[in-house]
């Protein structure tokens, strides 16, 4: 982009200005010029074009630029219903009813395994139950790993803000476990399943009770009966109880405890829709966030983990990163199209034609049954760039016609000029994509789709949308108010030069 378009741009100045220099020099000298009727005349040496010698392309795209005159407002209208259509099939464009995403073919043997095992009771079992998730206290969510290896994996921080010894904190633990799994979203990993502390409690009371207590109970609790144990001898009570039975959700460092793990499950199962799982991540840490207020100090910072909730994560990043890019590629078109035109109208009209080729694109994906899944927003990332080409060429042709030209002489000119080499670009692209139609690997298949779709709507959008617009409304002379403000900028420049100059001479003398 950065070195060979600037080189094309030179490339074609100097061959229309009939320039030689040591880079056209194997080609024989030509100028262009325009004719009343906006038909392009070149003046080779040795050789006189005439009419019947004009290549098919030309005439073929010199009678496509006839018709497109003669019905440019008719045009004009149906590209404003075609924007309106695509605009409200595209707000359709919804997410999956599933987080899960295939990347092979339904009747390939891997996917038909997966779906043997789905229809397993153990696995309905499985869904009902939920999916796997912790609460924790004592750690501070942090990823310390490098985040550009895989490899690299994050240690624990603790949070030294953590202390459960207090009377106030072991109660609100013993009483956390029964609000929490009260809620909707909330689910026991088993059905006789209680929180570490809850066990602990119970714990207490049968040492308490019995005739032959436990040695640890004996040498650490100090005779409690239940929970909250004195501050004194919590960490040491509940540390010996944790050993007894080979708890490991109770973590101490030093005879101090530092980390408390709760299990439980969120009702949404395992490849629930995104909708569902984000719907369950907004209430579950509404119900923690309201939980954190009323908790005492050193117990209020808990949080929830689950590998559900990762996957959501991940998902509403790449969908994120697909929009992010749609808006970064309409940035940067419309600043390297300002750049290349220097025209703020042509800028204009260019959006707008790579407008319709990303609303129109989605639209057919749409109309494909598609949704924004984990592998279509890929695709669309990495394609909507492609969007872009073919209606810069055709504004810079547009541009570059020297003086000042009716809009329609212009039109003609750009379609003359730049018509051939984006229909061979599209060609070729096309052909690729038809090819990895017929691969097995779904991403593969679904990124020719997309890379077909963005092609043929950009050929749409750059004859048609672009090339309408200008015929019906485009500038005549598009780098008038451009050129009108770096002239300004030059001048006040200059005149700022001038005055440094003088100052420096008044100070001389």
């Given at each position: ?43 080779r ?5 005439s ?13 496509f ?10 045009s ?13 099939v595209?707000?359709q ?22 779906r ?19 609460i ?18 994050t240690t ?94 109770i ?13 439980t499950?969120?009702?949404?199962p395992?490849?629930s ?12 840490e ?27 994560d ?66 669309l ?58 691969t ?13 779709m ?34 300004k900028?030059?001048?006040?420049f ?5 005055k ?8 001389k003398?």
């Open positions: 982009i950065f070195i060979v378009f600037p080189a094309l741009c030179l490339y074609d100045k100097w061959l229309l200005e009939g320039r030689r220099n040591c880079c056209i020099t194997f080609r024989k000298k030509y100028i262009t010029r325009e004719d009343e009727s906006g038909d392009l005349e070149i003046n040496e040795d050789a006189d074009e009419e019947e010698k004009k290549s098919l392309i030309h005439r073929i795209l010199g009678g630029y006839y018709y497109l005159h003669k019905f440019r407002w008719f004009m209208a149906t590209i404003i219903a075609v924007f309106v259509v695509c605009s409200i595209t707000s464009f919804g997410l999956p009813d599933t987080s899960d995403f295939a990347l092979v073919p339904d009747d390939q043997h891997f996917k038909q395994n997966e043997w095992v789905n229809n397993l009771l153990s696995s309905s079992l499985q869904a009902r139950a939920g999916s796997e998730a912790f924790l206290w004592g750690i501070t969510p942090a990823d310390t790993g490098n985040w550009k290896d895989p490899y690299s994996f624990l921080k603790l949070d030294q803000s953590f202390n459960p010894k207090s009377m106030a904190a072991q109660s609100f633990l013993v009483d956390f476990c029964d609000r929490w799994f009260d809620t909707d979203f909330a689910l026991r990993p088993s059905s006789d399943y209680q929180c570490p502390i809850n066990v602990f409690d119970e714990w207490l009371q049968q040492q308490s009770q019995s005739d032959l207590p436990d040695e640890g109970y004996m040498q650490h609790c100090g005779a409690a009966t239940s929970v909250p144990v004195a501050e004194d001898n919590f960490d040491a009570c509940i540390i010996a109880w944790s050993q007894s039975i080979g708890e490991r959700s973590l101490q460092e030093n005879g101090v405890v530092r980390i408390i793990v709760t299990s499950n969120f009702a949404a395992w490849f829709s995104m909708e569902v799982l984000g719907k369950e991540w907004r209430d579950s509404k119900w923690l966030e309201t939980d954190r207020l009323h908790a005492p100090e050193g117990v209020n910072r808990m949080y929830h983990t689950a590998s559900n909730f990762w996957r959501y991940t998902i509403e990043r790449i969908l994120q990163t697909a929009y992010g890019a749609g808006a970064i590629a309409l940035a940067f078109a419309a600043v390297i199209l300002l750049v290349s035109s220097r025209s703020f109208t042509l800028t204009l009209f260019s959006v707008l034609s790579i407008g319709y080729v990303l609303i129109a694109t989605i639209a057919c994906l749409v109309g494909l049954g598609w949704s924004l899944g984990f592998l279509e927003a890929i695709c990332a990495i394609l909507i760039g492609i969007s872009c080409d073919f209606v810069i060429h055709f504004s810079h042709a547009y541009a570059m016609h020297p003086g000042q030209q009716a809009r329609d002489i212009r039109t003609k000119f750009a379609l003359i000029h730049m018509g051939p080499s984006v229909l061979a670009a599209a060609a070729t692209t096309m052909a690729g994509a038809i090819i990895m139609l017929f097995e690997i779904l991403f593969f298949g679904k990124f020719a789709v997309v890379l077909f963005t092609i043929v709507h950009s050929t749409i959008g750059s004859f048609f949308v672009f090339l309408t617009i200008t015929d019906c409304i485009g500038p005549s002379d598009p780098t008038k108010g451009v050129d009108y403000i770096v002239n900028i030059r001048q006040w200059a005149a700022k030069c001038s440094s100059v003088s100052l420096r001479e008044q100070d003398t």
